[in-house]
């Protein structure tokens, strides 16, 4: 079983920067891919960002690519996901997720969850 934790997030104005955090427990978390999601009111879950296990390899949605980079750290089992020119239109309550079926876009395919932490963009 992992457990995730994400912090990080709070207000901001438009054009500023937040990094968030997701911390794993367990053991295996250095062998699990990783996933960022945000999900606003009244919109299904958008996939943001993935990173295999190794940090080797990447992947970003098209609405984040140049704006959002995610990292890892194994040794302490953490995933970042550094945000820069915030928009209004990125609010949203972001959560970071891991599978075990390797790369994937589709929230279906992770198979743990953190609870979420609220990213608010003001204009």
């Known amino acids: 079983q992992v457990q995730l934790v994400e912090s990080g997030g709070g207000l901001v104005q438009a054009g500023g920067s937040l990094r968030l955090s997701c911390v794993g427990s367990?053991?295996?978390?250095?062998?699990?891919?990783m996933g960022w999601f945000r999900q606003a009111p009244g919109k299904e879950r958008e996939f943001l960002s993935y990173?295999?296990?190794?940090?080797?390899?990447?992947y970003y949605a098209d609405s984040v690519k140049g704006r959002f980079t995610i990292s890892r750290d194994n040794v302490k089992n953490t995933v970042y996901l550094d945000m820069n020119n915030l928009k209004p239109e990125d609010t949203a309550v972001y959560s970071c997720?891991?599978?075990?079926?390797?790369?994937?876009?589709?929230?279906?395919?992770?198979?743990?969850w953190g609870q979420g932490t609220q990213v608010t963009v003001s204009s």
């Open positions: 367990g053991r295996t978390f250095s062998a699990l891919d």
């Open positions: 990173i295999n296990w190794s940090g080797g390899g990447t």
């Open positions: 997720a891991a599978s075990r079926r390797g790369w994937s876009v589709l929230p279906s395919n992770y198979d743990y």
